[in-house]
């Protein structure tokens, strides 16, 4: 699968925010969803554009890891069962809903067939200054 970068959101920073501190008990943001939406990213982004929910591409919960200073990771394993196009992509905190702390846009659509598997990471950078 092609990279994308991600944009962090400013649902996903103020979720961040009020967990570090306890405001809130924000969930684990380990699960990724894709899409076919492609506009551009934007940290106003709350949702993906057009969220796939079939043909095994479905919002999945992966598996989260702190790879390097400053960066998130999450990797989810998909079959997918029939024809889907995959051209955005999300990190989210629920299976369905919950908080977008993540979108990037792939720059060309994805097409994939029934009986392929798709290894999805999505990687966010939370660089120092």
Same mark, same amino acid.
Not at 55 to 82: C, S
Not at 116 to 124: E, F, L, P, S
């Given at each position: 699968m092609a990279t994308?970068?991600?944009?962090?959101?400013?649902?996903?920073?103020?979720a961040l925010a009020?967990?570090?501190?306890?405001?809130?008990?924000?969930?684990?943001?380990?699960?990724?969803?894709?899409?076919?939406?492609?506009?551009?990213?934007?940290?106003?982004?709350?949702?993906?554009?057009?969220?796939?929910?079939?043909?095994?591409?479905?919002?999945?919960? +992966? %598996?989260? @890891?702190?790879?390097? *200073? $400053?960066?998130g990771r999450v990797?989810?394993?998909? #079959?997918?069962?029939? !024809?889907? &196009?995959?051209?955005?992509?999300?990190?989210?905190?629920?299976?369905?809903?919950?908080?977008?702390?993540?979108? +990037? %846009?792939? @720059?060309?659509?994805? *097409? $994939?067939?029934?009986?392929?598997?798709?290894?999805? #990471?999505?990687?966010? !950078?939370? &660089?120092?200054?």
């Amino acid at each position: 699968m092609a990279t994308c970068t991600l944009v962090i959101t400013n649902a996903g920073k103020e979720a961040l925010a009020r967990r570090a501190v306890g405001v809130e008990a924000t969930a684990e943001f380990d699960y990724i969803g894709t899409g076919t939406g492609s506009s551009a990213a934007a940290d106003t982004d709350t949702a993906l554009e057009s969220e796939n929910n079939s043909n095994g591409a479905v919002r999945t919960q +992966g %598996i989260a @890891t702190y790879p390097e *200073n $400053y960066k998130g990771r999450v990797v989810i394993t998909l #079959t997918i069962t029939g !024809n889907v &196009t995959i051209r955005e992509m999300g990190i989210f905190n629920a299976a369905s809903g919950g908080t977008l702390l993540a979108r +990037g %846009i792939f @720059t060309e659509d994805q *097409n $994939y067939t029934a009986g392929q598997q798709v290894q999805i #990471t999505g990687d966010t !950078n939370f &660089t120092s200054s």
